[in-house]
């Protein structure tokens, strides 16, 4: 009502002008019916918008109501489901199910058995895990925090990259659990089983650890002390394949432990205790499958080192410094030499049995006696080595250098005698 006021003002006074001048208004009276045809069409216009803003609010109230009546049927789905695993828990065995991802944050399943089960990426922070067999689970990225797993056997279960932060684990048996990456923050495990533990590159450690158990800080790499992470150490941890880079293992026990493929480069200070046959030379350890690669930017250095009767078999050590080193008598069968410089060496009654010596600097290197049978490697040189009495038998020694080498009764790689070739073996590989 209010929009046609304005327009029947503007009628009466071009009426009254109209009159008064006694002119002809047609055009302005179309004009005018024109303006009254507008006003009409935009309220319509705005009549049905209105219309249609009201259907869609009600629409969108609609919708939120099913919303919210979803969620409260998935919550009380939940709490279904909870309440069941609640109630059955004692006489169910979840052994073997998958459940990856399930939200079961605060559900009480003390004392079940969870044996072999999928709980990887599950919330199971706040639960009651109080002596749960978990033994072979993967709960690999779970989260676990705030748990109450006192008591749990989470033997030989995996762990890697799961949420521990505030975890109760008192009395908990971590035999053979792998832990790797895993969060540990706020977790005292001085009552829990460790024994064949694999826990390394931790962004915490934990509050605590039982006697003759370490937390110990690497740096991985010489060449960027600012990446750190940390490493649980002790008498019969799992290590297979650990970067110890730099750590200080001063007062540790590792005689129990498993060091295969472990690398050190520089440790701050050896362990007090060691495995058979492995021993801490220049912040290095050295042992059977111990890896003294070169990762690094350059080999570990052992030259002039006493090494003689060493077990490094199946040891990997590419571009390490041996140099005028005695191994003599050293088990090194299976070996990667690659590039290695062992120049000068006393490898006197060595095992080099297939060991791959490619690239590697064996001149003027006391072999007298040495196995090489099934040795192999492209570029080795041998010049002015002594390989007296040494077996080449079946060696693969493509494109090596014999200058000057020194040859006598040496079992060629054909198996010939040297002495029987005109004392050389250049001719029969």
């Known amino acids: 009502m209010r ?22 208004t047609s055009d302005l009276e179309q004009q005018i019916a024109e303006l009254q045809q507008n006003q009409i069409d935009a309220n319509q216009t705005i009549q049905e918008q209105s219309q249609s803003n009201s259907e869609l609010s009600s629409q ?100 890697q990259g799961a949420i521990l932060t505030g975890a109760d684990l008192s009395n908990a048996n971590l035999q053979g659990a792998i832990l790797t990456g895993a969060a540990l923050s706020g977790v005292n495990l001085s009552s829990s089983s460790l ?12 509050d605590s650890l039982p006697l003759g158990w370490h937390c110990i800080t690497v740096h991985p790499y010489a060449n960027n002390p600012t990446s750190l992470y940390f490493y649980i150490v002790g008498p019969y941890a799992d290590l297979d394949s650990a970067w110890l880079g730099d750590a200080n293992l001063s007062g540790v026990d590792l005689s129990g432990a498993d060091l295969t493929n472990v690398n050190t480069y520089a440790l701050t200070a050896c362990p007090t205790l060691l495995p058979e046959n492995w021993r801490c030379l220049r912040g290095v350890l050295i042992g059977p499958t111990a890896s003294l ?48 410089n062992m120049n000068g060496a006393n490898l006197i009654n060595a095992n080099l049995s297939s060991t791959s ?49 020194i040859w006598n009764q040496t079992i060629c790689p054909d198996g010939t005698n040297s002495d029987d070739n005109g004392n050389t073996c250049a001719n029969n590989l």
């Not at 064949?196 to 962004?203: H, K, S």
């Not at 690239?359 to 570029?379: F, M, N, P, R």
């Open 293 to 340: 690669g070169d990762y690094i930017g350059g080999g570990v250095d052992l030259s002039g080192t006493d090494l003689s009767g060493a077990d490094l078999s199946g040891i990997w050590s590419r571009s390490v410094d041996f140099s005028e080193a005695d191994l003599s008598g050293a088990d090194l069968n299976g070996a990667d030499l690659y590039d290695a």
């Open 357 to 405: 010596i490619g690239y590697v600097d064996l001149g003027d290197a006391d072999l007298s006696g040495a196995d090489l049978s099934g040795a192999g490697g492209w570029g080795t040189d041998f010049s002015g080595a002594d390989l007296g009495y040494a077996n080449l038998t079946g060696a693969n020694l493509l494109d090596a250098n014999f200058d000057d080498v």
């Open 195 to 206: 024994v064949n533990l694999r826990a390394g590159i931790l962004q915490q450690c934990p």
């Open 60 to 159: 969108l109230s609609s919708m939120q109501q099913s919303l919210d009546s979803l969620s409260n049927e998935l919550n009380e789905t939940r709490s279904q489901l909870i309440e069941q695993i609640n109630s059955v828990n004692e006489t169910i065995n979840w052994a073997y199910l998958s459940l990856g991802d399930v939200d079961l944050s605060g559900a009480d399943l003390s004392g079940a058995n969870l044996t072999y089960i999928k709980l990887e990426y599950a919330d199971l922070s706040g639960a009651d895990l109080s002596n749960v067999d978990l033994t072979f689970a993967n709960l690999g990225a779970a989260n676990l925090e705030g748990a109450n797993l006192e008591g749990a056997d989470l033997s030989n279960a995996y762990l």
């Open 3 to 24: 929009a046609s006021v304005p327009m029947m003002v503007l009628i009466i006074m071009t009426s009254t002008l109209a009159g008064c001048s006694g002119t002809d």
